[in-house]
């Protein structure tokens, strides 16, 4: 079955750095858009990065852009986003997701990895 494990989350102070990964297994990943989410508690859900599935297409939620890169290897069907500057703002549980190209809709979701920075 299709499984996305995210992992690398941790407690960081302001302006620090962390690199969250995402392993995807039980699918062709290059068949696959992939995105990044976030969820601050008492928050919805919202969109962080996404990156198409030749990495040529990138686009970033306003808060993050020029901050927190995303990049895939599809040899390992990792993706990865990379946070730096990190505000207390981006605490939240990081979520990867991936989309079968051509899709509206993400198809899978992985369990979620947790992000606090500290002021």
């Known amino acids: 079955q299709v499984q996305l494990v995210e992992s690398g989350g941790g407690l960081v102070q302001t302006g620090g750095s962390l690199r969250l990964s995402c392993a995807a297994s039980?699918?062709?990943?290059?068949?696959?858009?992939m995105g990044w989410f976030r969820q601050a508690p008492g928050k919805e859900r919202e969109f962080v990065a996404r990156?198409?599935?030749?990495?040529?297409?990138?686009s970033y939620a306003e808060s993050v852009k020029g901050r927190f890169p995303i990049t895939r290897d599809n040899t390992k069907n990792t993706v990865y986003l990379q946070m730096n500057s990190l505000k207390p703002e981006d605490t939240a549980v990081y979520y990867c997701?991936?989309?079968?190209?051509?899709?509206?809709?993400?198809?899978?979701w992985g369990q979620g990895t947790q992000v606090t920075v500290s002021s």
């Open positions: 997701a991936a989309r079968l190209l051509g899709g509206e809709y993400w198809n899978y």
């Open positions: 039980g699918l062709t990943f290059s068949n696959y858009d």
């Open positions: 990156i198409n599935w030749s990495a040529v297409v990138k």
